[in-house]
């Protein structure tokens, strides 16, 4: 080879990390030649495990053990901190914005590759809700996750000093919308941790807080099957958590959230966790995408009909082989999104060496979700499991797909010391505008007139 391939990699997350990873392995020879080299390209430097995202937010693992930093496990990739803006697969260039380029005022910066791989991910799928974009809050980034944890134990210090009972109303109701995984664990995670927390407040009980559960169709968690499902509304409501079946958020404006059945909450927190979409980027390119905006791609990950492109994860609409129903397509979860990287790398370095690629196949085994602590629902290998021993099962599978050794043993030992323990309770608001006291020091005094002459 005269020239290196480039392989550029857009997105660190699960398949971006991954597939980078895999490359470093399987083209290990050829890097230490000079052969090939590896461009990631991701808006952050770290890659976020979501699954861990709720029990971040409750305060069961610290929000640095739910990140994987970049530089340090792609040791052999060149990490560039920016976003892709577009793509031109034609001219084999991707156009991307860098911290540094709104320093250097130029521009953008035009960055060729041989191999593309497209792994940028999703974006949270938000509908056109009046009062959505001002009040609703995330869930799909580690920031979200410990702002939320912020935002819950605020409004419970605003509801024990208020003295107006609509102002303590409100702040004691959280409504989360979205039956998925995302919602149901968030909320059951956060429901936990503010049961908890109230017994050091004097003047608030468990049972003044309110949650509510808001799903637009007739079922919670369909991954883990209608039987778990119902479990699991059975097990929330338990817990007197309000879960609204068929039911759709209207409005949200002047904080109150309105529903679709006329319910109206007056409500200082909604957590808006219905679905994702494709990253952007995606209709930034020219690249075949199917309806969803998902890039089609073949059996091999390879975007279909395209030499030199490559996709996983929630931005590929890969066929299942596994699947006996034609046209079936592989889920964009992470039970696929690890496997499919591993596969992808693997053929990219095929590729390159002129040897023939194989399919991805994997039948899906099942899934798990936790309800909180000690309680979970799991349809896994056909076995229905509900909770303590699903718990368990959520946090070892969990354990074991996390990435590195490193990350593993720091939550290992978090989940022991946290059994050992009491939970921490504490709200560090502060994080999210960390300069606003020294401002306030370094700002002049207010000006009162003159003094008055002794």
């Not at 980027?281 to 073949?298: F, I, K, Q, S, Y």
């Amino acid at each position: 080879m005269t020239e290196p391939a480039r392989i550029l990699v857009v997105g660190g997350g699960y398949v971006g990390m991954y597939t980078a990873l895999r490359l470093q392995r399987q083209l290990r020879a050829e890097l230490r030649a000079g052969d090939a080299e590896i461009t990631v390209v991701t808006p952050e430097p770290y890659m976020t495990y979501q699954p861990f995202l709720p029990e971040a937010a409750a305060g069961s693992i610290s929000p640095r053990h739910v990140v994987v930093p970049l530089r340090r496990v792609l040791d052999r990739c060149r990490i560039v901190i920016g976003e892709v803006l577009s793509v031109d697969h034609a001219k084999r260039t991707a156009t991307l914005s860098t911290l540094a380029t709104a320093e250097e005022g130029t521009g953008t910066v035009d960055l060729t590759y041989d191999e593309l791989v497209i792994a940028p991910g999703s974006v949270s799928r938000t509908l056109p809700v009046p009062g959505l974009a001002d009040h609703g809050i995330g869930f799909k980034t580690v920031e979200e996750a410990i702002g939320l944890r912020n935002h819950v134990i605020e409004q419970m210090d605003i509801a024990s000093s208020t003295r107006d009972p609509a102002i303590r109303d409100a702040a004691l109701t959280f409504v989360f919308v979205g039956g998925g995984y995302a919602g149901v664990e968030a909320l059951a995670e956060l429901e936990d941790m503010a049961r908890y927390t109230a017994r050091y407040y004097h003047n608030i009980k468990p049972e003044d807080l309110r949650w509510v559960l808001v799903e637009a169709s007739d079922r919670i968690l369909p991954e883990v099957g209608e039987e778990m499902g119902k479990y699991a509304i059975r097990e929330l409501r338990g817990r007197n958590i309000d879960v609204r079946l068929e039911t759709r958020l209207e409005s949200c404006e002047d904080r109150i959230a309105v529903l679709s059945d006329g319910t109206r909450l007056p409500t200082r927190t909604v957590v808006w966790t219905a679905g994702v979409k494709p990253a952007p980027v995606l209709a930034a390119t020219d690249l075949p995408l199917n309806e969803r905006g998902r890039l089609r791609c073949t059996a091999e990950l390879a975007v279909e009909g395209v030499a030199h492109a490559w996709a996983a994860g929630d931005a590929a609409a890969v066929p299942d082989v596994t699947s006996k129903a034609p046209g079936t397509e592989c889920a964009p979860n992470a039970q696929h999104a690890v496997r499919q990287a591993k596969v992808l790398a693997e053929n990219i370095a095929a590729s390159l060496r002129g040897q023939p690629l194989k399919e991805y196949a994997h039948a899906y085994v099942g899934s798990v979700a936790s309800l909180g602590l000690h309680q979970g629902v799991a349809h896994v290998y056909g076995r229905k499991l509900k909770g303590y021993p699903a718990w368990f099962m959520h946090r070892a599978y969990h354990l074991s797909r996390v990435p590195t050794f490193n990350r593993k043993a720091r939550v290992l030992a978090e989940w022991t010391l946290s059994g050992l323990f009491k939970r921490e309770i504490v709200s560090l608001g502060s994080l999210e505008h960390p300069r606003a006291e020294f401002e306030l020091a370094a700002a002049p005094p207010p000006d009162h007139g003159d003094k008055p002459s002794s």
